[in-house]
């Protein structure tokens, strides 16, 4: 894990999340490809640099660094919001029949911060997690 420089900080910055669909519903795997690239340019477009993503049937582990300005909160909320929509806008036909009440996504999610050394671990846990 690198330092990074902003305008106004020097940082290191690296948040794991989880989070899962309504219900908690294994679709994600027939919809992966199109919901990693909505996951990428959603990160792309905010400044969110990607350490790693593993997409399973039922979860997302996203593990990022951000600026300091960005609060763990608000990264999973545009995170969500943007992708929800975007898999809504691009696959309603399926999700309809799996999400009667609309949403997509749970509204909770976990985060934990990690700093170079835990950085590697998580790394390794989410490496280790996509074979199973």
Same mark, same amino acid.
Request: proline content about 5%; charged content about 25%.
């Given at each position: %894990?690198?330092?990074?420089? /902003?305008? *106004? +900080?020097?940082?290191? @910055?690296?948040? *794991?999340? !989880?989070?899962?669909? $309504?219900?908690?519903? +294994?679709?994600?795997?027939? @919809?992966? +490809?199109?919901?990693?690239?909505? @996951?990428? /340019? !959603? #990160? &792309?477009?905010?400044?969110? &640099?990607?350490?790693?993503?593993?997409?399973?049937?039922?979860? !997302?582990?996203?593990?990022?660094? +951000? *600026?300091? $300005?960005?609060?763990? #909160?608000?990264?999973?909320?545009? @995170? $969500? #919001?943007?992708?929800?929509?975007? %898999?809504?806008?691009? *696959?309603?036909?399926?999700?309809?029949? %799996?999400?009667?009440?609309?949403?997509?996504?749970?509204? #909770?999610?976990?985060?934990?911060?990690? /700093?170079? %050394?835990?950085?590697?671990? !998580?790394?390794?846990?989410?490496?280790?997690?996509?074979?199973?």
């Amino acid at each position: %894990m690198d330092v990074r420089h /902003g305008n *106004h +900080a020097v940082y290191t @910055i690296n948040y *794991h999340f !989880v989070w899962c669909p $309504k219900y908690r519903h +294994a679709v994600l795997d027939l @919809i992966e +490809a199109p919901l990693e690239r909505s @996951i990428r /340019g !959603v #990160s &792309e477009r905010y400044g969110y &640099e990607i350490l790693s993503l593993h997409i399973a049937p039922d979860h !997302v582990h996203l593990f990022l660094s +951000a *600026h300091p $300005k960005h609060a763990p #909160s608000e990264i999973v909320r545009t @995170i $969500k #919001s943007v992708t929800a929509r975007e %898999m809504w806008e691009q *696959h309603e036909p399926l999700l309809e029949q %799996m999400f009667w009440g609309g949403g997509f996504w749970e509204r #909770s999610f976990y985060v934990g911060t990690a /700093g170079e %050394m835990s950085g590697r671990t !998580v790394e390794r846990y989410i490496n280790r997690t996509e074979h199973v």
